[in-house]
């Protein structure tokens, strides 16, 4: 196995910006044998995904700071600081960032593959923090991305996002 030790400190990098939003992360697939993948992820109020579900992870989240209105399945919770969440694989969600401030979560993938999607969607992050006016890539880029990109890593969009 190749696998080793891994120590990361947060700030660090490597990051990736799509979504308007920072993915840290902190192990990925390439360091895990594929099992495991861990990102610190930072978005700003309003940021919504459509209902979407992956058909080769299990995704699960611990918020560190911050409100997001979840959908799992056919129930909405709403996440903040200190809640966990566990998404089986398959099961149709989306959210979205609620209140004033940006949402800071760990957010974990079994096998760890997901992460590598953001970053073929998104550009790599010249800082550890949100894109700035001018950083990153249009909305009309990034859409582009997603739809040639997804469907090779399972990503199966199945519905509109949560109403803002």
Do not use: C, K
């Amino acid at each position: 196995m190749g696998e080793s030790v891994v120590v990361h400190r947060t700030g660090e990098g490597p990051g990736t910006w799509a979504m308007g939003s920072l993915f840290e992360h902190l192990v990925g697939a390439g360091e895990t044998d594929g099992r495991l993948g861990v990102s610190i992820v930072t978005q700003p109020p309003g940021i919504a995904t459509p209902l979407h579900r992956h058909t080769r992870e299990a995704e699960a989240l611990f918020v560190l700071e911050g409100r997001i209105d979840y959908r799992a399945g056919e129930e909405t919770h709403e996440l903040t600081d200190g809640t966990f969440l566990y998404l089986p694989l398959g099961l149709p969600h989306a959210f979205r960032i609620r209140g004033d401030r940006p949402a800071r979560f760990l957010s974990l993938t079994a096998p760890g593959g997901l992460m590598g999607l953001y970053d073929e969607v998104g550009v790599p992050a010249a800082g550890m923090h949100l894109p700035g006016e001018g950083e990153g890539l249009s909305m009309e880029e990034e859409i582009g991305r997603w739809n040639e990109v997804g469907s090779r890593y399972g990503l199966e969009v199945v519905g509109p996002p949560i109403p803002e």
